[in-house]
Nanobody, 125 residues
């Protein structure tokens, strides 16, 4: 059973930065794909960025140039570096992981089998 625990959320002013971490455990084989999603109150969950087992990343268009996903396999940790934060980035951010092939460059939540409990990011103007 894969377990994911996010950390690093908090409150920042617009233009600030945060780095989210997601510690993964409980797996024998590394997940095929890991990613970050976010959900603001009253809105649907949306994909932020994904990274596959080979390190290939996909970032949502509105976050390109500001958000960077990475992972440290030795530490079994996924990261999301967020810069130039905007009030509209305010949301609960979730880490997710899944197995399979061929879908990591999409932002469909369904193939992600495992989810963390989320970490809150609040950006004030």
């Amino acid at each position: 059973q894969v377990q994911l625990v996010e950390s690093g959320g908090g409150s920042v002013q617009a233009g600030g930065s945060l780095r989210l971490s997601c510690a993964a455990s409980g797996y024998t084989y590394s997940p095929y794909c890991m990613g970050w999603f976010r959900q603001a109150p009253g809105r649907e969950r949306e994909g932020v960025a994904t990274i596959d087992r080979d390190g290939i990343t996909t970032t949502a268009e509105s976050m390109k140039g500001r958000f960077t996903i990475s992972k440290d396999n030795a530490k079994a940790t996924l990261y999301l570096e967020m810069n130039s934060l905007k009030p509209e980035d305010t949301a609960m951010y979730y880490c997710a992981a899944g197995y399979g092939a061929g879908w990591c460059n999409s932002f469909r939540p369904t193939p992600f089998t495992y989810w963390g409990q989320g970490t809150q990011v609040t950006v004030s103007s």
